[in-house]
């Protein structure tokens, strides 16, 4: 299966500590975008990248969020000191954007619950 | 800055009936506009996008039309089954995706 795929797929954690998730986007698409979706709601943008260059932030990323993309191929997101309005679902988005059109492709899903 | 208003759910239909859900946007260009579903336990898959005013995206029995003079995108189906109930996003996006609320669908047969 050559999809957007996430790890881990579900992360428990205690309030304070850091977590660090991955996602493997399409081989060839150049796009890599997170997004977080909390019960009820639609996703909400978060960041994205253009190969290993990260081109916006959402005012939703708060210092304590960071994201890399090293080589232009999988990315990490990190949360240090988690706080209990971190727990949502996590999710990985990649697209070969070309002038016309953007279609992301998702992943499953990181699960992160912060007790 | 971007938005997208979509129709307040749960929606229950029964099964044969015919769905429509309201999504309308705004944005200050010329958007791409998609459905997504999300099925229970699954990831979010592309459902039907349109590109440009006055295009239909459709799939699986499914239609939307971008109509940018009432600036919306509504999904229709002239006949629901049971599997077609899941959570049904409206989205846009010029870079980033701007996503609706979501309306949960429960077709009963």
């Known amino acids: 299966d050559t999809g957007v795929s996430q790890n881990p797929r579900h992360k428990i954690t205690k309030r304070g500590q850091n977590v660090t998730f991955r996602c493997d986007p399409i081989s060839e698409h150049n796009r890599l975008y997170w997004y977080r979706q909390t019960l009820g709601q639609g996703p909400e943008f978060l960041t994205y990248?253009?190969?290993?260059?990260?081109?916006?932030k959402s005012r939703l990323l708060s210092d304590r969020f960071s994201a890399e993309r090293p080589k232009g191929s999988f990315s990490t997101l990190e949360i240090q000191r988690t706080e209990q309005g971190d727990s949502a679902m996590y999710l990985c988005a990649s697209s070969l954007a070309t002038a016309s059109y953007n279609e992301q492709f998702f992943g499953p899903g990181t699960r992160l619950t912060v007790l | 800055g971007d938005s997208v208003t979509q129709m307040e759910g749960p929606v229950t239909l029964s099964e044969e009936a015919f769905l429509t859900i309201n999504c309308t946007y705004t944005?200050?260009?010329?958007?791409?506009l998609f459905w997504y579903v999300q099925y229970p336990g699954e990831g979010l898959q592309l459902l039907l996008k349109a590109t440009k005013a006055d295009d239909k995206g459709s799939n699986k029995g499914f239609e939307a039309t971008y109509r940018k003079e009432t600036t919306s995108f509504h999904l229709e189906k002239g006949s629901v089954q049971v599997s077609d109930s899941a959570v049904y996003f409206c989205?846009?996006?010029?870079?980033?995706?701007?996503f609706g609320t979501g309306t949960r669908l429960t077709i009963i047969p």
């Open positions: 989205a846009l996006t010029e870079e980033k995706l701007t």
């Open positions: 944005a200050t260009g010329y958007p791409s």
């Open positions: 990248f253009q190969n290993e260059a990260q081109l916006e």
